[in-house]
T-cell receptor
């Protein structure tokens, strides 16, 4: 079974600064997808960024970028120019890319990292 | 396009009762997944439905069940409620069976069991 670990229960950053959230995962699969989701106090989960394991290039979405190290099974999220609206719980998630019943519709989440942004 | 909707948003039940939660996916989305979120266990996958068929199930007891209708709306049912079932229940929809499709989440149903 796949596992996702976020070792930082809480992180804080000053507005306009950069912060990196860590995520490691364990899998024996070669085909998979990794995601970072944001959950603000409203509890609405929002996709921040997605990475396909077969792509060597790190994904970027505006101020958000990832450092995907496939051999090390590491998938960290960097938030640049942090804004007050970035304050939320961030979840790293894994989805199998293989065919079969155990793959359908299942995201495996880490425990989450609470990000606080100080003005 | 309207997002994923879940009803009710809040629910209070007592032990032993049963409860039904509803999820309406984004129009055109055929896959619906359900998750349970608790402070202790985090986010855990319950099950996934696609075209009215349950294709995947997480490690939950048989008291947790679900179904999907022809219009892709989904319901989940929890029978004989226990205190530990208190949680935020999230559903997520996806347009198709492709593995890299993003899952779009609803706002959740907060269930409290007394």
């Amino acid at each position: 079974a796949q596992t996702v670990t976020q070792s930082q229960p809480e992180m804080s950053v000053q507005e306009a600064e950069t912060v990196t959230l860590s995520c490691t995962y364990d899998t024996s699969e070669s085909d998979y997808y990794l995601f970072w989701y944001k959950q603000p106090p409203s509890r609405q989960m929002i996709l921040v960024i997605r990475q396909e394991a077969y792509k060597q290039q790190n994904a970027t979405e505006n101020r958000f970028s990832v450092n995907f190290q496939k051999a090390a099974k590491s998938f960290s999220l960097k938030i640049s120019d942090s804004q007050l609206g970035d304050a939320a719980m961030y979840f790293c998630a894994y989805r199998s890319g293989g065919a079969g019943g155990t793959s359908y519709g299942k995201l495996t989440f880490g425990q989450g990292t609470i990000l606080t942004v100080h003005p | 396009k309207a997002g994923v909707t879940q009803t009710p948003r809040y629910l209070i039940k007592t032990r032993g009762q049963q409860v039904t939660l509803s999820c309406s996916p984004i129009s055109g989305h055929r896959s619906v997944s359900w998750y349970q979120q608790t402070p202790g266990q985090g986010l855990q996958f319950l099950f996934e439905y696609f075209s009215e068929t349950q294709r995947n199930k997480g490690n939950f007891p048989g008291r947790f069940s679900g179904r999907q209708f022809s219009n892709s709306r989904s319901e989940m049912n929890v029978s004989t409620l226990e205190l530990g079932d208190s949680a935020l229940y999230l559903c997520a929809s996806s347009p198709s069976a492709r593995y890299n499709n993003e899952q779009f989440f609803g706002p959740g149903t907060r269930l409290t069991v007394l």
